[in-house]
């Protein structure tokens, strides 16, 4: 069983649509939680971190954290067509430590189309 | 500002060259990373630095040596490398001490082996 999952996709949505993107996650002790947006071609760039069980809102974007069934997820509300690229999980996974490990999921690519 | 600052961009080499990959903040962060992303993958952990000292060595090959002068500089030696090693290399920091924080990469530098 892979560490981090996610759907590759793509995942196509209409633009003004709402994204809805998920992540498995394998270890139960992890304790932070990310989501990267990656365009083509760049390096990550960090768009939300959650740590708590629930919702956890910025702006357009809506990070949702389930640890019981280890489980977090990303909405993108009225999605835009610059909002196309691959969205990248990741885990910290260490449970201690003085820096962490992120481990990525495989990314979901997602297409927002006129 | 959250800038991580990766020289070269982009570097072509031949298995027997030396070279370095070089990484650079100012935002006081006390943890470094690198990572290596091949095309259509997830970043791969290599390397962390915590408080200027090696915490993680993901079994990386010896053709490839950390350097973490000061707090703000991390160097990546590059020595007899193969063609599948052609990759984006991606500097990361982080606040470091808690294990939770942030990571925020650099613009990465491309990779190719010849």
């Known amino acids: 069983q892979k560490e981090v999952e996610q759907n590759s996709g793509p995942l196509s949505v209409p633009e003004g649509a709402i994204a809805s993107l998920n992540c498995t996650y394998s270890?139960?002790?992890?304790?932070?939680f990310f989501w990267y947006r990656q365009y083509s071609g760049k390096s990550p760039e960090l768009i939300m971190s959650i740590y708590s069980n629930g919702d956890k809102e910025d702006g357009r974007f809506t990070a949702q954290l389930n640890k019981a069934s280890q489980y977090v997820s990303l909405l993108i509300r009225d999605s835009q067509p610059s909002d196309s690229a691959t969205y990248l999980c990741?885990?910290?996974?260490?449970?201690?430590?003085?820096?962490?490990?992120?481990?990525f999921g495989t990314g979901t690519r997602l297409q927002v189309t006129l | 500002d959250t800038e991580v600052t990766q020289t070269p961009k982009h570097l072509v080499m031949g298995m027997t060259n030396k070279k370095s990959l070089k990484c650079e903040q100012h935002?006081?962060?006390?943890?470094m990373y690198w990572y290596k992303q091949k095309a259509k993958k997830p970043p791969e952990l290599m390397f962390v630095?915590?408080?200027?000292?090696?915490?993680i060595n993901e079994s990386v090959p010896s053709r490839f040596s950390p350097e973490c002068p000061n707090s703000s500089l991390l160097n990546l030696h590059l020595h007899a490398l193969q063609p599948e090693d052609s990759a984006l290399y991606l500097c990361a920091s982080s606040q470091g001490g808690t294990g939770r924080e942030k990571l925020f990469f650099g613009s990465g530098t491309q990779l190719s082996v010849l």
């Open positions: 630095y915590s408080y200027e000292k090696l915490s």
């Open positions: 270890d139960r002790v992890s304790q932070s």
């Open positions: 990741a885990v910290n996974m260490w449970a201690t430590g003085t820096a962490s490990k992120l481990t």
């Open positions: 935002m006081g962060h006390r943890a």
